[in-house]
């Protein structure tokens, strides 16, 4: 009986797969190894935060937490160059594949250096505007240099379609803060100890990635890549996107502790929050999706049944935590937030749509992105720009602010639809 469903034909536009092929396929493969281990991170992190705060208390747990702050909003401005070397590894020849570490390696530490020692050089006014230990502050350069060597080597072995080896070094990283942070706290060291634990958890994660490349060959020996032009020219657009979409999360947030009382920005992050777990839940298929497409694009391989499956797990996924949402909200509120923040569960669902149709619009993008068609993107900061604009003229309530997101996402997702239909009689754009 399994087998006979399995061996079904299931349509999927100009084609058709069985079930079996849909199970074997590198996408699902990959997937599962992403969304699982995605996964695991998150709870490891929501452990990590649990245990450190409660052995910390409040005044040593906020020192903590601003460097963890400082040190992600680094990260978020430096994540596109993630995407801009998953895009270009997977697409290259193996003869290539060295010469394009090499490239990548001179681009992420020369800015890694310098930006680390300009914040060295900064310890002592960060320590003070931020109101934590010096220390803490000195910190924050050698760290920010690793997590952007770090950077590299995950978004490379995700380029070469190690997805499990990238989602080892993610988890070692976490649980390193888990242990050494333990391990230093209880030592006496406090805030200090969890922030020093951070450090050498990120290179421990750095030197797992080190190992997991030993092959790849390194020096002036190495022949220069040829094609550093259009690695820079393909980043700008990138670049973009990935300001743009991190605005989508963050602008909301700050208006709305700006316009509204604690209680209400309170509520508001909570339902962000439980939002988010479409984003987050879904967007590891994107990120199989992405090398798998690139690289049977420059191939001139078919790529297209990639394109549809990612679509459809990318819906399923975001579709089944929408439907809790829908028809259990205070349940959820409750399992996560517990009883004080049962306000939420009013505005779950509508910001579940929300974050749905953005997710599924994500995707669409970084398709867009692995063919390299990149001015679609532009159109995202526009976007963005309008969600500001919209929240400060019309934030008279919290419902208003979530359906000026929900509008957007709407005639963002169409604008994108119609991109598609328009998009497929272009060649690349770059």
């Known amino acids: 009986m399994i087998e006979k469903i399995l061996s079904l034909q299931i349509p999927l536009v100009k084609t058709k797969l069985s079930g079996k092929e849909i199970l074997k396929h590198p996408l699902f493969g990959g997937s599962a190894i992403m969304i699982t281990g995605s996964n695991l991170a998150n709870l490891l992190a929501y452990v990590y935060h649990l245990l450190i705060g409660r052995l910390l208390g409040p005044s040593p747990y906020g020192e903590l937490a601003a460097f963890i702050a400082i040190l992600g909003m680094i990260s978020v401005v430096f994540n596109f160059m993630s995407l801009v070397i998953v895009k270009f590894v997977s697409g290259a020849k193996e003869s290539e594949k060295s010469s394009l570490f090499n490239y990548f390696y001179k681009k992420m530490v020369i800015p890694g250096m310098l930006f680390g020692m300009l914040l060295l050089v900064l310890s002592n006014p960060i320590a003070g505007f931020l109101k934590i230990d010096f220390k803490i502050a000195l910190l924050l350069g050698p760290s920010v240099f690793v997590a952007l060597l770090t950077l590299l080597y995950r978004a490379y072995l995700q380029g070469v379609l190690k997805f499990f080896k990238t989602i080892l070094m993610t988890n070692l990283d976490i649980f390193s803060r888990i242990i050494f942070g333990l391990l230093f706290i209880i030592a006496g060291m406090s805030s200090l100890g969890a922030t020093f634990g951070i450090f050498l958890a990120l290179i421990a994660s750095y030197l797992l990635g080190v190992y997991f490349l030993r092959n790849i060959r390194t020096g002036k020996k190495i022949s220069k890549y040829s094609n550093g032009k259009k690695v820079i ?28 009382s604690s209680f209400d920005a309170g509520i508001y992050a909570s339902v962000s929050t439980l939002g988010k777990i479409i984003f987050y839940g879904a967007a590891p298929v994107s990120s199989v999706m992405f ?16 394109f549809y499956l990612s679509l459809i797990l990318t819906s399923g996924i975001s579709l089944g935590v929408l439907v809790l949402y829908g028809f259990f909200p205070e349940l959820m509120v409750k399992i996560l937030y517990g009883q004080r923040f049962l306000a939420a569960s009013a505005f779950l669902f509508r910001y579940g ?4 149709i953005f997710t599924v619009s994500n995707l669409l993008l970084s398709y867009f992105l692995s063919l390299e068609k990149t001015r679609v993107v532009y159109i995202l900061p526009l976007f963005s720009l309008a969600q500001i604009i919209g929240i400060v003229y019309f934030h008279s309530s919290l419902n208003q602010v979530i359906n000026i997101s929900l509008l957007l996402s709407i005639f963002l997702i169409i604008s994108l639809s119609f991109y598609i239909i328009y998009g497929s009689t272009q060649k690349k754009e770059n």
Not at 240 to 251: D, H, K, V, W
Not at 353 to 356: E, G, K, L
């Open 233 to 260: 020219r393909y980043a700008l657009p990138v670049f973009i996107y990935s300001i743009a979409s991190n605005s989508f999360f963050m602008t909301d947030l700050i208006l709305i502790k700006h316009y509204f």
């Open 353 to 356: 749509i929300f974050m749905t």
């Open 291 to 306: 090398p798998l497409i690139s690289q049977r694009y420059a191939k001139g391989q078919n790529y297209k049944n990639i």
